[in-house]
């Protein structure tokens, strides 16, 4: 599968993250009508780690965005925070995927969008894995 299938089977297992969107965890774009809170990944960037000697370690670094979507700026935080304890500095095996490490990268607000009322908060992840 990959590294998202990896990342979606750990954020299903951490009951900080499914007690806020319980299954509401989507790849790319939020289906018309879906409730909030509920979390949208992205793959950003997947880059295979080249080893000086030449050959192939079999392992690559994946850089993920998350989309955490709420109706209040108290959601979002918990969403901020559920995600933090599910990914930050996780290490295992997670469907498929073996994570050696994983780190945030950078946490910011988006902007106010006119058309949908909404605001959100975006969490980039990068993720070591084999």
């Given amino acids: 599968m990959g590294i998202e299938s990896g990342v979606v089977a750990r954020l299903n297992a951490v009951a ?4 806020l969107v319980s299954n509401r965890i989507y790849a790319n774009t939020l289906p018309d009508g879906t409730e909030h809170p509920a979390i949208v990944y992205q793959l ?37 925070e559920a995600i933090k304890t599910a990914l930050q500095r996780f290490q295992g095996v997670s469907d498929d995927v073996t994570i050696l490490d994983s780190r945030i990268d950078n946490i910011l607000d988006q902007a106010y969008d006119l058309e949908t009322n909404q605001v959100a908060r975006i ?8």
């Fill in 44 to 80: 950003i960037s997947d880059v295979p780690f080249d080893s000086i000697l030449g050959s192939d370690p079999g392992k690559s670094t994946a850089r993920l965005q998350f989309t955490l979507i709420g109706d209040s700026t108290a959601v979002r935080i918990q969403l901020s």
């Fill in 123 to 130: 969490a980039d992840f990068l993720f070591y894995y084999e």
């Fill in 16 to 19: 900080a993250v499914t007690s």
